[in-house]
């Protein structure tokens, strides 16, 4: 199971922080990232991190904007948004894949996904 936490409300320019906590597995061996949807668009991956084998993956659209980081200790994850802007608002979901970066960006290979967080960017 995953619960995310930490979307909302922020301006544009602002910044925000969503976590999303594992429970039930370990996430050490799993790619761990974050996907958007915006209605009527599909889902598409922002960010995703697999510390185990260093492969990663950000979105050029968010790209040093946005970083992923992870905390073992806490089988817990999370997307810094920084510099947001009205083009971010969108659920944000996070998810776990059992395989490298490449593939785990792909929706349909995520085995575990969170239920989304709404975050909302004002300009």
């Known amino acids: 199971q995953l619960v995310e936490s930490g979307g909302g409300l922020v301006e544009a320019g602002g910044s925000l922080r969503l976590s999303c906590e594992a429970s039930?597995?370990?996430?050490?061996?799993?790619?761990v990232g974050w996907f958007r949807r915006v209605p009527g668009k599909e889902r598409e991956a922002v960010s995703c991190s697999r510390p185990v084998d260093g492969t990663s993956y950000s979105a050029d659209s968010v790209k040093g904007r946005f970083t992923i980081s992870t905390d073992n200790a806490k089988n817990t994850w999370y997307l810094q948004m920084n510099n947001v802007e009205p083009e971010d608002t969108a659920v944000y979901y996070c998810?776990?894949?059992?395989?490298?970066?490449?593939?785990?960006?792909?929706?349909?290979?995520?085995?575990?996904w969170g239920s989304g967080t709404q975050v909302t960017v004002s300009s």
């Open positions: 039930g597995f370990s996430i050490g061996e799993y790619a």
């Open positions: 998810a776990a894949t059992l395989v490298q970066c490449d593939i785990a960006i792909i929706p349909g290979a995520v085995n575990v």
